[in-house]
Antibody
Framework: EVQLLESGGGLIQPGGSLTLSCAAS????????MTWVRQAPGKGLEWLSV????????YYADSVKGRFTISRDNLGNTVYLHLSSLRAEDTATYYC????????????????????WGQGTMVIVSS | AIQMTQSPSSLSASVGDKVTITCRAS??????LGWYQKKPGKAPNLLIY???SLQSGVPSRFSGSGSGTDFTLTINNLQPEDFATYYC?????????FGQGTKVETK
């Protein structure tokens, strides 16, 4: 069974740091880009970051660039998100997701989408 | 970053209704759009990729259309389990961006 399991969330003081982990199983982890998304209480989904399959490239939302760092361990089938300089507005449930490439035979195009998601881990930033 | 604008932000519907949600991109994103369903306390669920392709296992009452800047998610014959919040997500470039969501509530 394809599965993603996040961990590492908790209560952290403003200005603090935390590392979230996402353990993958049931698929060849090293073949897929991996993404982090969050949802603050009562708010919508926010895309945060992606790391390519090899780990060679990373991309971030402007809201977290310079504060969050994505990384991965392809031998350990785990993707990480290091959160630093945390603010109250970073309080959210954080989800990891697998990126899948779909080939459309009709158009000959490839499309990308997040087909597998973890259950989320909650981060609360509060003094 | 590309801005994604969804409308409406919420709607009320009954079981059996047809529901239409729209998503507009701030620039041409071709067919690079997905639709996701989100229920409280649950992980997001991929419904549609490539603007109109149905993800495996998703009921055929869900459909997507559009290209360029204007996209639509349609739910035919709304079922009780479809009351949720729906999000579009552009995968044209990075950073990816979600629409603000559309909450489908019981009338």
């Amino acid at each position: 069974e394809v599965q993603l399991l996040e961990s590492g969330g908790g209560l952290i003081q403003p200005g603090g740091s935390l590392t979230l982990s996402c353990a993958a199983s049931g698929f060849t982890f090293s073949n897929f880009d991996m993404t982090w998304v969050r949802q603050a209480p009562g708010k919508g989904l926010e895309w945060l970051s992606v790391i390519t399959a090899s780990g060679a490239a990373t991309y971030y939302a402007d809201s977290v660039k310079g504060r969050f760092t994505i990384s991965r361990d392809n031998l350990g089938n785990t993707v990480y998100l290091h959160l630093s300089s945390l603010r109250a507005e970073d309080t959210a449930t954080y989800y990891c997701a697998k990126d899948n490439d779909y080939y459309d035979h009709r158009s000959g195009s490839y499309y990308d989408a997040n087909d597998v998601w973890g259950q989320g881990t909650m981060v609360i930033v509060s003094s | 970053a590309i801005q994604m604008t969804q409308s409406p932000s919420s709607l009320s519907a009954s079981v059996g209704d047809k529901v239409t949600i729209t998503c507009r991109a701030s620039q041409d994103i071709s067919h690079d759009l997905g639709w996701y369903q989100k229920k409280p306390g649950k992980a997001p669920n991929l419904l549609i990729y490539g603007a109109s392709s149905l993800q495996s296992g998703v009921p055929s009452r869900f459909s997507g259309s559009g290209s360029g800047t204007d996209f639509t998610l349609t739910i035919n014959n709304l079922q009780p389990e479809d009351f949720a919040t729906y999000y579009c997500l552009q995968d044209y470039n990075y950073p990816r961006t979600f629409g603000q969501g559309t909450k489908v509530e019981t009338k």
